[in-house]
């Protein structure tokens, strides 16, 4: 069981530069987000997606973009890295929550993201 | 502003003896609580949840007590085994159709001393 791939462990980028975390689920969950883990703050969503097609912003979600164009994949772009985006990112995916039945999370590894 | 909050930053116990970690939430829509467990260089993993409908629920050495009214949990692992040695989050949200969106409290990181 992969359960929630994330691509890659660690990454280290210069001020202004771009890239696109990855992130893969199998479970067929409907459902997939992403956090940031920083000191003291314990875990922030940063977007999210309820499905294919459709996604949404969370609590923080400035200097990020997503997209879902399958159920499988839910890639999170930095367009323009900063000093303040250093952090661990954490994708998540489950299945849709319906009233009086919830589905936990699950987590994949992490990346950890150094921005110089 | 901190919608969940773990005011513990870290906990030390005897291998055997009780751990209780503690949470608080301002928000009174939340009504889904869940705990989850963190070892270095891995994403956390559920724990163990509770409805707001209850104010206990257990599952094996793991239980979480909700007290609604003084917007409180708590999370009490007995007996403390090394392996439990982990940060702890707890986490909130509301159960709206669709999107689970939970907040997180900062984590408290657990140490069992054999």
């Known amino acids: 069981n992969a359960g929630v791939t994330q691509t890659p462990k660690f990454q280290v980028l210069k001020t202004g530069q771009s890239m696109t975390l990855q992130c893969a689920q199998d479970m067929n969950h409907e459902y997939m987000s992403w956090y940031r883990q920083d000191p003291g703050m314990g875990l922030r969503l940063i977007h999210y997606s309820v499905g294919a097609g459709i996604t949404d912003q969370g609590e923080v979600p400035n200097g990020y973009n997503v997209s879902r164009s399958t159920t499988e994949d839910f890639p999170l772009r930095l367009l323009s890295a900063a000093p303040s985006q250093t952090s661990v990112y954490f994708c998540?995916?489950?299945?849709?929550?319906?009233?009086?039945?919830?589905?936990?999370?699950?987590f994949g590894n992490g990346t950890r993201l150094t921005v110089t | 502003d901190q919608q969940v909050k773990q005011n513990s930053p870290s906990l030390s116990v005897q291998e055997g003896r009780i751990s209780i970690l503690n949470c608080d939430y301002t928000n009174s829509m939340f009504d889904y609580f869940l705990w989850y467990k963190k070892y270095p260089a891995e994403g956390p993993t559920f724990l163990i949840s509770i409805s707001s409908i209850k104010d206990k629920n257990e599952d094996g050495r793991f239980t979480v007590f909700l007290n609604k009214s003084a917007k409180h949990l708590s999370l009490h692992i007995v007996p403390s085994q090394p392996g439990d040695s982990a940060v702890y989050f707890c986490?909130?949200?509301?159960?709206?159709?669709?999107?689970?969106?939970?907040?997180f409290g900062q984590g408290t990181r657990l140490t069992i001393n054999p």
């Open positions: 998540a995916s489950s299945y849709l929550s319906g009233h009086g039945r919830n589905s936990p999370l699950h």
């Open positions: 986490a909130a949200s509301e159960s709206t159709r669709g999107a689970q969106k939970l907040v």
